[in-house]
């Protein structure tokens, strides 16, 4: 199953960079972790990042992306992400990132991601 991961706002491009980077740094999702372009446009070398792409398999890999997810959208940056879309089959949840408290990160990432609540 793949996870995509997508932003809105200025500077969506640099929030999957770097959310990508973060991922990387979880050895369950090494290797798991793309970015994927748009097309380029006419008189573009190259498109610009679209989404980030996770595969992911087992129940355990699914609770690693929403701890290391979670832990990304809540810390402090200089700029806030307006908007995060996580989609997962039917699934489609959108997040608005810029007030997030950690429990309410927490539920609506597992919601998205289909992960089982904390203590269930």
Do not use: C, F, N
């Not at 929030?15 to 994927?36: F, H, I, K, N, P």
């Not at 792409?53 to 129940?59: E, R, T, W």
């Not at 700029?79 to 429990?103: F, N, P, Y």
Request: charged residues 30%; neutral net charge; without cysteine.
């Amino acid at each position: 199953m793949e996870i995509r991961i997508s932003a809105d706002g200025e500077g969506r491009a640099g929030y999957l960079e770097s959310l990508s980077d973060w991922l990387r740094t979880e050895s369950d999702l090494r290797g798991r972790v793309t970015l994927a372009y748009s097309a380029p446009r006419q008189g573009e070398l190259g498109g610009a990042v679209d989404a980030l792409v996770v595969a992911v398999g087992s129940g355990g890999t699914v609770t690693v992306l929403a701890s290391a997810l979670k832990s990304w959208l809540i810390r402090p940056r200089g700029t806030d992400v307006r908007v995060v879309r996580m989609e997962s089959g039917q699934t489609k949840v959108e997040i608005d990132a810029r007030h997030l408290d950690r429990d309410t990160a927490d539920l609506l990432i597992r919601k998205a991601l289909g992960a089982p609540a904390r203590g269930e």
